[in-house]
């Protein structure tokens, strides 16, 4: 170890964190009581990692403690210490842990919590617990020693720019034998942290079923554990009540919402496991990470191993929770958990039982299912595209804006078939304003046919693949031909169009195919337009022009031409047909006819001031300019 190493080191924060405690230290929440719970889940965590490191290596547990979680209050020093005997932090450690926030989604959080009146409901969501400490805290005070190392060292922050680091002091040294102490010098305003009362009422609402200890050491009087300190999951339903669960979920969560679902069960077999799992009503701010990590932790006989087992598919990573094994074994490594059968076996059943238990909310209790589906029905449209095994029930459990109404059913859309009608008919676009409006509807709204309206960018995806509902195909609007002309119109007023002149089908055709040239791979006379004059469709054997548009802005495929069909009724089509072949005004209005079309689909025209000036030369002429 260098002389750099050893010596007392004055080091500054990393950007995001300097910003997140300025907004710590000087903001005012109506809530401060989540720096205790966070602080004492940081401890329950060091114990869990000890735990587990000591199956391969118990000389590191020793002979000290059982394993557990202190609150000393201090009244007349104004401290109130946090400690634990878990697995401790080395010098390196506490430069990394408390200096940085290595996790993505940093600085939108920062940027929430500056928008937001109170900040209860963000902190816990980033991994920034440790910082909610600032905001009762002028001064902390972090002492910690590694499981198995002779050194102890001291970190120390008043929340400004930076922090020091340096050996810690003999009385210190004596003091933590194993484990990290964080000693918090609170605030004037936040005194009332030192009454036992208050202690213990936190404790109780947030952390009672931390699986260790917590024991509160009075300045008087015996130290006494304030938790039951027992795993909720192992206990039968019966003997639990909706706070009871509320409480588990708000403490293994980290969250302040209330369960919209709560799943416990214990499965019985080859293999016995112990399953609580929740779904939130509200949506945390990592959701769309783009590493799709879940947060369900795994137990081992009571013993924290891990949450990063993926547990659980990546459409049902909004899922939060434990499922505890009896069967693993303790010494389960991480590469192991990969292929370990008995794992993928688990994994399989959970994830079953969880879209089960989504299907039966969604039948009993359609509101909470609602606030689910609000909150993640996107997320839960990824298992469309990703999971066939499972397709048919995520198709079952999704809910669609439509030109019907909200949150529809599938069900709901077949019941309301029309005469004739064998498909389920869908159009995909960036907003649903825009896809009401858009010109593909038209034939589908003149029968009066319900179309799902698909906004979310993985409809492109999950639609990209040959998809069906209790028999029947689902059939894109904007991509291939379509012939609705078995179902009969309801619209009178579209039903006398067809007795309108049109124009000449083949010389229209022709004439604007000369005049786009190489913009458009074919021209050809629309069945989908009753009183639009034009637009866009892709081919039926290639990608959407929707998902082909995801694609292009992330570089990762080409734009195919697309086909420009037209509506050989609309005046603006047979004044082509009346104009001069090769003129001006031929070139001008075939042009107008595709740019308009893209301007709908919410692209720009491939040149937007040749646009403004052809748009510019039509309006003058027809103005007898």
Same mark, same amino acid.
């Given at each position: ?257 209330? *369960? ?29 990470? *783009? ?335």
């Amino acid at each position: 170890m260098t002389t750099s190493d050893t010596a007392a080191h004055t080091q500054p924060f990393q950007a995001e964190v300097s910003e997140l405690l300025h907004l710590m230290v000087h903001s005012v929440y109506s809530e401060t009581d989540i720096f205790l719970r966070e602080l004492v889940s940081n401890a329950s965590d060091a114990c869990d990692k000890l735990r587990y490191e000591a199956i391969a290596s118990p000389a590191l547990l020793g002979e000290g403690d059982a394993l557990k979680i202190r609150i000393i209050p201090n009244k007349t020093a104004g401290t109130l210490t946090i400690a634990d005997n878990g697995i401790g932090m080395e010098r390196q450690e506490l430069i990394d842990h408390l200096g940085t926030i290595a996790r993505s989604g940093t600085k939108a959080f920062v940027s929430k919590l500056k928008e937001a009146k109170d900040g209860l409901g963000l902190i816990g969501q980033f991994g920034v617990g440790f910082y909610s400490a600032f905001m009762v805290a002028e001064k902390i005070v972090v002492v910690s020693r590694r499981a198995g190392e002779s050194d102890v060292w001291s970190w120390t922050s008043s929340g400004g720019s930076g922090f020091e680091i340096a050996h810690a002091s003999d009385e210190e040294v004596a003091r933590v034998a194993r484990g990290t102490e964080i000693v918090l010098h609170l605030k004037d305003d936040a005194k009332k942290y030192l009454e036992t009362y208050e202690i213990e009422r936190i404790v109780s609402a947030y952390s009672d079923n931390i699986l260790f200890p917590i024991e509160l050491v009075p300045e008087e009087g015996e130290p006494r554990q304030i938790n039951s300190a027992s795993a909720l999951w192992q206990r039968s339903k019966s003997e639990l009540t909706a706070e009871d669960y509320k409480k588990a979920y708000q403490q293994i969560a980290s969250a302040f919402d209330d *369960p919209a679902m709560t799943l416990h069960y214990r499965a019985e077999g080859r293999y016995s496991y112990a399953v609580l799992l929740f779904a939130p009503s509200t949506k945390p701010f990592d959701l769309f990470e *783009p590493n799709r990590k879940g947060r369900v932790k795994l137990y081992v006989r009571r013993v924290f191993i891990t949450d990063d087992a993926d547990l659980l598919p990546g459409y049902l990573r909004f899922i939060r929770g434990v499922v505890d094994s009896e069967d693993l074994p303790l010494n389960i490594s991480r590469e192991m958990l990969q292929n370990n059968p008995q794992l993928a076996q688990i994994r399989k059943a959970v994830a079953t039982r969880v879209v089960s238990e989504l299907e039966s909310l969604a039948d009993k209790d359609p509101e909470n299912f609602a606030r689910i589906w609000d909150a993640f029905g996107a997320v839960l449209k990824e298992g469309i595209y990703e999971d066939f095994e499972r397709r048919e029930k995520l198709l079952s459990l999704s809910r669609f804006a439509t030109t019907s109404g909200e949150k529809r059913s599938l069900k709901d859309v077949i019941a309301g078939f029309k005469p004739n009608q064998t498909e389920i008919y869908y159009l995909v676009g960036d907003s649903i304003e825009r896809l009401k409006s858009n010109p593909r509807l038209e034939a589908a709204t003149a029968r009066g046919i319900e179309v799902l309206l698909l906004s979310d960018p993985v409809d492109a995806f999950w639609t990209s693949m040959p998809s069906e509902f209790d028999g029947k195909p689902l059939k894109s609007l904007s991509q291939g031909d379509l012939n609705l002309d078995l179902i009969p119109r309801t619209d009178e007023a579209d039903e006398a169009k067809k007795d309108e002149p049109q124009a000449d089908e083949a010389a229209t055709i022709a004439v604007i195919k000369a005049a786009l040239g190489e913009r458009v791979s074919d021209v050809k006379v629309s069945t989908r337009l009753t009183s639009s004059a034009s637009c866009l469709v892709a081919d039926s054997q290639g990608p959407s022009r929707e998902l082909e548009r995801i694609l292009s802005q992330q570089n990762r495929g080409m734009r195919t031409k697309p086909i420009l069909e037209i509506n050989l009724r609309h005046p603006l089509v047979t004044a082509i047909t009346g104009a001069q072949a090769g003129s001006r005004a031929v070139d001008d209005l075939s042009l107008i006819l595709l740019e308009q079309a893209q301007i709908l689909d919410g692209e720009l025209p491939e040149d937007p001031a040749a646009f403004a000036a052809r748009l510019n030369r039509l309006v003058l002429q027809g103005l007898g300019g």
